[in-house]
């Protein structure tokens, strides 16, 4: 792995299982990240390919340097997109249909551990928490730009943060605030005394909230996984590892209603709507083993959801 990008994969064994039976053809790779995923399966799978997209040009470097390594970079085609726009990728590669597709959502341990790309409480850094740099909205916009009624919301809706109102009124009153260290003592110090002694850094929730918000990570999910669902060939397969539950209560929803095409219908009686079923699920082990979750941290939050494609005549 390059030295620059050290991102241990998650449940790789269990992925790998997940895709074994996979025919031929380009499997989508929708968060490439340090390609750890998808080295391992291209090296399963002799002759498939590889479409791999993510959002940042310093894991897509890391990334092609990984599967040149590996010696599979001729057989890999990497592009800088977000994985909403994956319909649009697919189709500019002249792919008929996906042979299995990839999301391993959130964001890598490079990212988290550069300071200055500003993800993270440890290190000061200015309020950035873009994965694509190319974007201008950072995290200085959401801190010092949102009212505080908004930045309660986001708080709620994106880490489930129990003392949003007072994180939010405490941000809102310590404008300006520039760097993650002076962000951090603002949002410790609004939370009660006794609940900032339990579970974790006072501000790991804060910072998740932000950076979701900051790269529109639930709001293009919907969006990405249906594209993804629809551009499967008949039998191929999609896996999500999620690592929180706001990620995997989308992936649930999305992937219930592609199971059941959102029929009407009493439980009861034979389906007599017009609901299309595009996918059975695959039932898997939902999280990472012990020994696993003992040597890879952020393995502990992770949860596997998968589904296949159904073939067009079971459609209906
Ligand atoms: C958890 S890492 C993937 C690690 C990879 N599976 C491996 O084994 O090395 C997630 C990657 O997805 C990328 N990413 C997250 N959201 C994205 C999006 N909406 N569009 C494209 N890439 C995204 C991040 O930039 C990051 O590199």
């Known amino acids: 792995m390059n030295a620059a990008f050290v991102h241990e994969s998650v449940m790789l064994a269990e992925i790998v299982d997940v895709f074994a039976e996979m025919n031929n053809g380009v499997f989508l790779d929708a968060t490439l990240g340090g390609a750890g995923h998808s080295v391992a399966l291209l090296r399963a799978h002799s002759a498939l390919r590889l479409l791999g997209i993510d959002q940042d040009d310093v894991a897509l470097a890391a990334a092609a ?3 040149s390594q590996a010696d599979c970079g001729g057989r890999a085609t990497l592009r800088r997109a977000r994985f909403d726009s994956l319909a649009t990728v697919v189709a500019e590669e002249g792919i008929g249909s996906l042979a ?56 709620r809706l994106n880490a489930d943060e129990r003392f949003a109102d007072r ?22 110090s609004a939370i009660p005394a006794p609940a900032r002694r339990r579970g974790g850094h006072p501000a790991k929730r804060t910072f998740q909230a932000i950076r979701i918000e900051v790269n529109s990570e639930l709001s293009i999910l919907p969006i990405a996984l249906r594209d993804a669902i629809a551009a499967l060939a008949p039998g191929a397969r999609l896996a999500v590892l999620s690592y929180h539950s706001g990620e995997d209560r989308i992936v649930k929803s999305v992937m219930r209603t592609a199971e059941t095409g959102d029929c009407t ?50 459609m209906n």
């Open 65 to 67: 340097a990984v599967l």
């Open 100 to 155: 299995g597709a990839l999301f391993d959502l959130g964001v890598s341990s490079p990212q988290f551990d550069v300071a200055e790309r500003g993800f993270s409480y440890r290190f000061d850094a200015p309020l950035d928490m873009r994965m694509d740099r190319s974007q201008s909205f950072s995290a200085d916009d959401v801190v010092n730009g949102y009212d505080a009624d908004a930045l309660a919301r986001m708080l």
């Open 167 to 188: 994180i939010a009124k405490a941000i809102v009153a310590s404008r300006p605030i520039r760097s993650t260290s002076h962000l951090s003592d603002v949002v410790s």
């Open 265 to 314: 219908c009493p439980p009861n009686l034979p389906c007599g709507c017009s609901a299309v079923r595009t996918v059975k699920r695959v039932r898997v082990s939902r999280e990472a083993s012990k020994s696993e979750q003992l040597t890879n941290p952020r393995s502990t939050s992770a949860r596997l959801r998968v589904v296949e494609k159904l073939p067009q005549e079971e």
